[in-house]
């Protein structure tokens, strides 16, 4: 799937868990309850793409720009952790993305 066009895509409770995304072209996309574990992200584009308890762990999302709104959460074996306005804009810029959280 890596330059894959999503534009406006709706995805619910969907498996995206170690899909290469890389490169795509993310838009306006809604991912509610998706399992994007360990999903390559790197130098994908969003244009204001909705996430909502959308689960990133181990994603690689390095390059990654554009415009997110909503949270996502990271999981550990022992708990899981949602992210979202500052605190998610920050993690992705620990992982090398360029991504700005709008409230």
Do not use: P, Y
Request: proline share 0%; glycine share 12%; aromatic share 4%.
């Amino acid at each position: 799937m890596t330059g894959v066009r999503l534009g406006r895509a709706e995805c619910i409770r969907t498996s995206f868990a170690g899909a290469d995304l890389r490169r795509a072209d993310i838009g306006d996309a809604a991912f509610i309850g998706c399992d994007m574990s360990d999903t390559d992200l790197r130098g994908s584009t969003v244009t204001l793409a909705a996430f909502g308890e959308t689960d990133l762990t181990d994603a690689k999302v390095h390059g990654m720009t554009g415009s997110v709104v909503g949270s996502i959460v990271l999981t550990t074996q022992a708990t899981t952790t949602e992210l979202d306005g500052i605190r998610l804009e920050r993690w992705f810029t620990r992982n090398g993305a360029k991504v700005s959280v709008v409230n």
